[in-house]
């Protein structure tokens, strides 16, 4: 069975940095299509970044484009997901996920980040 | 504000049979298949309904899914306290070239 371990949420101030991992099992990593997805506290799902299996296909939601950069190490089996230039609203539950179209199973439990003065 | 349009929240009684809608347009829901998430208290989403009416093992045949032109609807009978999550609607936008979510509807059993 495939899980999923994000980490490295925390309290970063605007315009701050961090750098999310998460780490995966029971699934073929390298085949795996992968995306994260967050949401704010209270609010829906927004799906901001997918990368291929090789990584040699990456897509950003227009919100992220920019300050946000996704990874990965398939020797370790981990997804990064590099934040940089913070907003207020960047705050929320982030998700990793292996998936692709609108289709994303498993979930992961989330990483929350919260970016506050 | 997200793309596809659901509603905030939805309730009914034990037993009973409801229906939460999601709304959108001919570069999502009009053109591409539709995907459920469910969302328990507390937790993470969960694949809950693919390609409109196809239930992942372990969903019970009481829930069914369906789509029809720009809208898609996801229908749960028989409702039991256990039901009770928050609803996540999304598909793939050919516009916007990525897929999109619905704002997610609150189930609540009396």
């Known amino acids: 069975e495939a899980q999923l371990v994000e980490s490295g949420g925390g309290l970063v101030q605007p315009g701050g940095s961090l750098r999310l991992s998460c780490e995966a099992s029971?699934?073929?990593?390298?085949?795996?299509?992968m995306n994260w997805i967050r949401q704010a506290p209270g609010k829906g799902l927004e799906w901001i970044a997918y990368i291929s299996g090789s990584s040699d296909t990456i897509f950003y939601a227009d919100s992220v484009k920019g300050r946000f950069t996704v990874s990965r190490d398939n020797a370790e089996t981990i997804l990064y997901l590099d934040m940089n230039t913070l907003r207020v609203e960047d705050t929320g539950f982030y998700y990793c996920?292996?998936?692709?179209?609108?289709?994303?199973?498993?979930w992961g439990q989330g990483t929350l980040v919260t970016v506050s003065p | 504000q997200s793309v596809l349009t659901q509603p905030p929240s939805v309730s009914g009684a034990p037993g009973q049979r409801v229906t939460i809608s999601c709304s959108g347009n001919?570069?999502?829901?009009?053109?591409?298949?539709v995907n459920w998430y469910q969302q328990l208290p507390g937790m993470a989403p969960k694949l809950f309904m693919y390609s409109n009416n196809q239930r992942p093992s372990g969903v019970p045949d009481r829930i069914s899914g369906s789509r029809s032109g720009t809208s898609a609807s996801l229908a749960i009978s028989g409702l039991q306290p256990e039901d009770e999550a928050d609803y996540h609607c999304?598909?793939?936008?050919?516009?916007?070239?990525?897929?999109?979510f619905g704002g997610g509807t609150k189930l609540t059993v009396l």
């Open positions: 999304a598909a793939w936008d050919d516009s916007l070239n990525g897929p999109v």
């Open positions: 001919r570069s999502n829901i009009g053109g591409n298949t």
């Open positions: 996920t292996p998936g692709g179209g609108s289709w994303f199973d498993p």
């Open positions: 029971g699934l073929t990593f390298s085949a795996s299509n």
